[in-house]
């Protein structure tokens, strides 16, 4: 494979590439219409003409956000362009790709991002979209075979370790530069903890020893500040560069449930190595057929200025995320362009030490009295019973889950969708019930339909404080804190602010336990 050794390489990018473009559209098909359809939280028709009516003019907000759906955001269209794009990213996760078909796929996300509002605010989102086009040009134009005739160009590989680089050295400076606890070594003592969703294994993590916390986060700057730096060395400390890379994603992976961001994350590591090492590890008649496509290939003047206009649009568009990079006021996440084509990245700045929830809950007694008997909304991952294994997700993401996390630090202004979901919780709306793993009465909460239901200005009466929290309500009417919405109805949430126990009770040996 003396031609070009990244043959294997591609294959593999592409493959995972795949699978993580699979997983982000089936997030969108499956919770795209309670969030963001026309009875969701925030509907996209509503966004789309407060957009217009902003900017000034509809031409101004499409250039600002394009996106397909300025032709049509119906429901029904919307949903099928998010199932359109999970069955063409199987097509690519079988083995099958072409630079039209990555374009197509980036288009359809892109045009979903710019929509998503809160939904599709996090950094991963504008990463997908970064690796994604990069993906084109990795292609041939129309040849879809896992090794066609055209070799991987050189310089688009390069391009995914500008990008890894990136990735990493962002998300270290940021650390450096905000959260005391990363200088004094001491944020792994509160993150596995305070992340948006813990999985079960966080909570083993959690308790180990301070030494063992310490250590992870050396480890942490040993990848995002030493490692990135060899992505552009020869082969042998590339490869020790992208192993490191590698063990620091899979290590995040099974300490959280971080959404598709480590396996995202994962597609540009897979640049730093080549076919002289993943033929080792890869099964032999895929070798093989790499090795006959390399003798076969026939390269194309085309593909490669392509590959060369690329490398020089990235590199202008790469002067305003590295100006970032070295500012003292470093944004993370950020894109500097409308295509979201380079951007800047970034985790975790700050760490919590106290995890605030917020909790909904509903009671089908028509008389609320202090003896009134409220249940719990759970949700399918957010922290909610303590008796409840924390779940395993990722890389699915419930986005309204990450959504609360945030919430819980903020205030009721800053997140309104938080009071129309109490609105559609009171109504038992059934597209916000999908998004819940259980509600407290299968019939509609506090007897809504009563002719009494508009006399309901009291709140559950403050019976206890919730640890951590402060008084809930009165029976005078709702009072907020920062972090408490207060709902007149069926649905009262409160703060909790509790840690995890200081050692395991009898119930966490249980299944079920947390």
């Known amino acids: 494979m003396a031609r070009s050794p990244y043959w294997l390489t591609r294959f593999v990018l592409l493959r995972l590439l795949g699978f993580v473009y699979f997983v982000a559209f089936l997030c969108l098909a499956q919770q795209l219409l309670p969030l963001l359809g026309h009875d969701g939280l925030t509907p996209v028709p509503l966004f789309l003409h407060r957009l217009e009516a902003h900017l000034g003019s509809r031409r101004a907000a499409v250039l600002e956000f394009p996106s397909l759906f300025w032709l049509d955001a119906s429901d029904g269209f919307m949903l099928a362009m998010a199932w359109l794009g999970a069955g063409l990213s199987l097509v690519v996760l079988a083995g099958f790709a072409n630079a039209l078909l990555l374009a197509v796929l980036w288009a359809l996300y892109l045009?979903?991002?710019?929509?998503?509002?809160?939904?599709?605010?996090?950094?991963?989102?504008?990463?997908?979209?970064?690796?994604?086009?990069?993906?084109?040009?990795?292609?041939?134009?129309?040849?879809?075979?896992?090794?066609?005739?055209?070799?991987?160009?050189?310089?688009?590989?390069?391009?995914?370790?500008?990008?890894?680089?990136?990735?990493?050295?962002?998300?270290?400076?940021?650390?450096?530069?905000?959260?005391?606890?990363?200088?004094?070594?001491?944020?792994?003592?509160?993150?596995?903890?305070?992340?948006?969703?813990?999985?079960?294994?966080?909570?083993?993590?959690?308790?180990?020893?301070?030494?063992?916390?310490?250590?992870?986060?050396?480890?942490?700057?040993?990848?995002?500040?030493?490692?990135?730096?060899?992505?552009?060395?020869?082969?042998?400390?590339?490869?020790?560069?992208?192993?490191?890379?590698?063990?620091?994603?899979?290590?995040?992976?099974?300490?959280?449930?971080?959404?598709?961001?480590?396996?995202?994350?994962?597609?540009?590591?897979?640049?730093?190595?080549?076919?002289?090492?993943?033929?080792?590890?890869?099964?032999?008649?895929?070798?093989?057929?790499?090795?006959?496509?390399?003798?076969?290939?026939?390269?194309?003047?085309a593909h490669q200025v392509a590959a060369a206009a690329l490398a020089v649009l990235v590199g202008v568009l790469s002067f305003r995320p590295v100006g970032n990079l070295l500012s003292q006021r470093q944004m993370m996440n950020t894109s500097f362009d409308r295509l979201e084509l380079v951007n800047t990245y970034g985790a975790f700045g700050s760490v919590g030490r106290l995890r605030p929830e917020i909790v909904f809950e509903g009671t089908s007694d028509e008389t609320i009295t202090a003896e009134t008997r409220w249940r719990e909304y759970e949700f399918k991952c957010k922290p909610g019973d303590v008796m409840r294994r924390p779940c395993v997700i990722a890389p699915y993401q419930e986005r309204i889950d990450w959504q609360l996390w945030f919430a819980a630090m903020s205030t009721p202004e800053e997140y309104p969708w938080t009071l129309h979901l109490v609105w559609k919780l009171l109504h038992n709306d059934r597209g916000a019930l999908s998004l819940l793993a259980t509600t407290p009465s299968p019939t509609r909460p506090r007897a809504t339909s009563a002719p009494a239901a508009t006399a309901t200005s009291s709140c559950r009466p403050a019976t206890r404080a919730a640890p951590g929290g402060s008084e809930r309500c009165s029976t005078s009417g709702c009072r907020r804190s920062p972090r408490t919405i207060c709902a007149c109805g069926a649905s009262s949430p409160r703060m909790v602010g509790s840690p995890w126990p200081d050692r395991p009770r009898e119930a966490d040996a249980r299944p079920g336990g947390a």
Request: glycine share 6%.
């Open 111 to 301: 045009s979903f991002v710019h929509i998503g509002q809160r939904w599709y605010g996090y950094g991963w989102e504008i990463q997908l979209l970064e690796t994604g086009f990069l993906a084109v040009f990795l292609c041939p134009l129309l040849d879809p075979r896992p090794f066609p005739r055209r070799p991987p160009p050189a310089a688009v590989l390069w391009l995914y370790r500008w990008l890894i680089f990136r990735i990493m050295l962002g998300a270290a400076l940021i650390k450096l530069r905000g959260d005391s606890c990363w200088r004094d070594l001491t944020c792994l003592y509160y993150h596995y903890e305070t992340q948006p969703l813990p999985n079960p294994l966080s909570r083993w993590l959690h308790f180990q020893p301070h030494w063992f916390q310490k250590g992870g986060v050396l480890f942490n700057y040993l990848a995002e500040l030493v490692a990135p730096w060899f992505a552009f060395w020869p082969r042998a400390a590339r490869h020790i560069a992208g192993g490191v890379l590698l063990a620091f994603q899979v290590s995040l992976i099974l300490s959280g449930n971080l959404s598709f961001l480590n396996w995202l994350t994962i597609v540009p590591i897979v640049a730093c190595f080549d076919d002289a090492l993943l033929r080792r590890v890869l099964p032999r008649p895929l070798v093989a057929r790499a090795e006959r496509a390399a003798a076969e290939a026939r390269p194309s003047r």
